[in-house]
């Protein structure tokens, strides 16, 4: 081994244990010691992420219905006679689009459900695989802890759609591992590399660039002070090691500076503290507040023992990254840019680099056996969890697709939502699926049915000129919504609408002469739908969580 792999060896990772040398998680006579145990075990972890994925058709992932439509408009909407009047393709640079390349070539192979499960299942595999990858990298060396990684696949960031966020991390991930395995013996061609994965992560979402960034940063600095930089030789490396890091981030920073997401002028709005705290969370968080507890308790008793105790090893390079995401993310805001959920993301970086820079050793053979078995408990009954929500979900996925059954290709459908505020009795009553605690309905976008099955039009549809590649046309654009959640039901009775809300939705003065269907939403959280506007609204169907009225002209 040459000097320098030599010196990033020794930089990589800071060690806790007592006698300065790293134990094998697992007794080396054991059978849990061979390499085949450690590859079948990733194997099987991996595979059981995709259970709850294979139970079900739509899973209940607050974005996911909408980037169907978007990118089921992307693969048939300019061939299709009816969705052709109403959208175009509008590629641009957009540092948001990893769905977008991916899931509408897949529709021209898969039916378009099946073909958003795939997509569904790299946004698990690839950032839970990257995090494995990335601990390997960093310490040379397998361990069963790297296999926890599994925790943080079903993520908040995840559960509420955010595929194009979840796309970009793990391609981070295997990035940066890719980084620090060659870095020192391929330098030309792993900065060659580097910039492609850069820029593919920056197209992917701009949180991956970033990520990636900070990640290979992370280790060129604990490579930098491994070194006495004191002396002029020394200095000139420092120099030639910068460059090389700004050729391989350069071409997707100004990829930044010249698209439209640079432009956009937004004032930036901060989440409570209680928010905050709770978001921290994020990588372990989901449709229940004490499932939460009962993983975030062992997990965090186990990383404290391990420290506290001295049995524990850490990537300085991983460590540099941590506290970044740390300092980063009790500084950002929550939305801003035209963008919302921005400080979250932060969390969900800073779970999966839990697994990928920290590792336990020197633990007595009773404490490997009893953390394994406990850990493994745990990620099955998630899992198992996470599985019947979802099949519990589709109730709702059908009661929605039978209600507009009857609304006509072309037509215009406002979609409404029944609020908690409205009824918060209901809203402590109603399917857990349809809510992740503190953050967002999880239903929000099961009107994207109406484009997906009906060829209909609503406005809800993410085709943002900055952030999707598609637009709609006139005279569709004038019903767009500015906000993607669907209205109030209640505002569509109101003479005076708030200002506030016209904002978000400036279709609603004079809505009934623009729209042929109202689709309300958590229709069964109200008792009084069967006479909402009977002068105007007559209803068509109604099946729990759906209610279809026709608009009277």
């Known amino acids: 081994m040459n000097r320098n792999v030599k010196l990033h060896t020794s930089a990589a990772a800071v060690d806790y244990h007592p006698a300065n040398r790293v134990s094998e998680l697992i007794p080396t006579a054991s059978i849990l010691d061979r390499p085949l145990t450690w590859w079948v075990s990733l194997a099987f972890m991996l595979t059981t992420l995709l259970v709850p994925i294979i139970a079900v058709e739509v ?40 769905v977008d390349l991916l899931l509408p070539a897949l529709m021209h192979v898969f039916s378009p459900l099946l073909a958003g499960r795939v997509v569904l299942s790299l946004c698990l595999l690839l950032p839970t695989s990257g995090a494995v990858a990335l601990s390997c990298a960093y310490f040379q060396r397998r361990s069963y802890w790297q296999i926890a990684a599994g925790f943080a696949a079903f993520n908040v960031t995840f559960l509420m759609g955010f595929m194009n966020f979840e796309l970009a991390i793990g391609i981070a991930m295997w990035g940066a591992a890719a980084w620090v395995l060659y870095r020192e013996r391929f330098p030309i061609g792993t900065v060659s590399f580097g910039a492609v994965v850069a820029t593919l992560a920056f197209f992917f979402h701009m949180f991956g660039f970033c990520f990636y960034a900070l990640l ?194 072309g037509s215009r459908v406002l979609a409404a939502d029944v609020v908690c505020t409205d009824n918060p009795a209901w809203c402590a009553s109603m399917p857990i699926s349809r809510r992740l605690p503190e953050l967002t309905p999880t239903y929000w976008h099961l009107a994207a049915f109406v484009l997906l099955d009906r060829h209909a039009f609503w406005p809800n549809i993410f085709a943002e000129d900055t952030k999707q590649p598609i637009v709609i046309k006139e005279p569709y654009r004038d019903l767009q919504a500015v906000d993607s959640p669907p209205v109030n039901y209640t505002y569509l009775a109101l003479d005076q609408i708030p200002p506030i809300e016209l904002k978000r939705f400036p279709f609603l003065t004079g809505w009934s002469q623009k729209f042929d269907y109202v689709l309300v939403l958590n229709a069964d959280g109200a008792s009084n739908l069967d006479r909402l506007l009977p002068n105007q609204l007559q209803l068509v169907d109604r099946r729990g969580i759906a209610a279809l009225f026709q608009v009277r002209k």
């Not at 980037?67 to 590629?91: E, I, K, N």
């Open 216 to 409: 290979i940063g992370s280790y060129e600095l604990t490579v930098l002070f491994g070194k006495d930089l004191r002396t002029l030789p020394d200095v000139r490396h420092a120099t030639k090691r910068a460059i090389f890091l700004v050729l391989a981030l350069v071409i997707p920073t100004t990829f930044y500076f010249v698209s439209p997401l640079e432009q956009i002028e937004d004032a930036a709005r901060w989440p409570h503290v209680a928010q905050k705290t709770a978001n921290f969370f994020g990588p372990f968080l989901d449709y229940s507040s004490a499932f939460d507890v009962l993983t975030i308790v062992p997990l965090i008793a186990f990383l404290i023992f391990c420290v506290t105790q001295r049995r524990a090893r850490i990537s300085a390079a991983a460590l540099i990254a941590s506290v970044i995401l740390l300092v980063t993310y009790i500084a950002m805001p929550r939305a801003m840019k035209g963008t919302y959920f921005l400080d979250i993301r932060l969390p969900i970086m800073l779970g999966f680099m839990i697994f990928a820079g920290f590792m336990p050793a020197g633990l007595t053979p009773r404490q490997r056996i009893a953390s394994g078995i406990l850990f493994a408990a745990l990620f099955l009954a998630r899992i198992t969890f996470i599985t019947s929500v979802w099949m519990q979900s589709q109730r709702d996925v059908d009661d929605v697709r039978q209600v507009i059954a009857s609304v006509t290709p």
């Open 59 to 98: 899973p209940p992932l607050t974005d996911y219905p909408n980037h169907l439509a978007r990118c089921y408009l992307l693969a048939f909407g300019t061939s299709d006679p009816v969705l052709s009047q109403m959208f175009s393709v509008h590629w641009q640079i957009i540092p948001n689009i990893a």
